[in-house]
């Protein structure tokens, strides 16, 4: 599993599929998780969501009918970022010492960015 299961919502996640899940379906799930989370890391509209789970059908891949829509795809990426979350704190408890540095912008068409880097 490429995600740990420490979240509220995961273990329910997690009860639902060792219930009622098959291998054929965890396997749809990790799909649908990857291309969510390839949506957030390049950027993408979710709207491109039901258009990648289209070309994995198109590779031969089982995406199945479910969680096809822009809603499912920002649920999962909150999901995941919310797995980020719970990881990264675990690493800051556990360290004696740490630095953050933050720095932002705004582009020509006044959208603002931020980052946090935390060492």
Request: glycine share 4%.
């Amino acid at each position: 599993q490429p995600y740990s299961l420490h979240s509220a919502q995961h273990k329910r996640c997690d009860a639902m599929i060792q219930q009622n899940a098959t291998n054929a379906d965890i396997n749809r799930m990790s799909l649908l998780f990857r291309n969510a989370h390839a949506i957030a890391k390049a950027g993408r509209p979710f709207s491109d969501f039901p258009w990648l789970c289209t070309l994995d059908e198109k590779k031969g891949l089982s995406v199945g009918d479910s969680y096809r829509n822009e809603k499912k795809c920002s649920e999962f990426i909150e999901s995941i970022a919310e797995e980020q979350r719970m990881q990264l704190r675990s690493v800051i408890e556990k360290a004696h010492y740490f630095s953050i540095m933050v720095d932002g912008t705004t582009d020509s068409s006044v959208t603002e960015a931020a980052i946090m880097y935390i060492r």
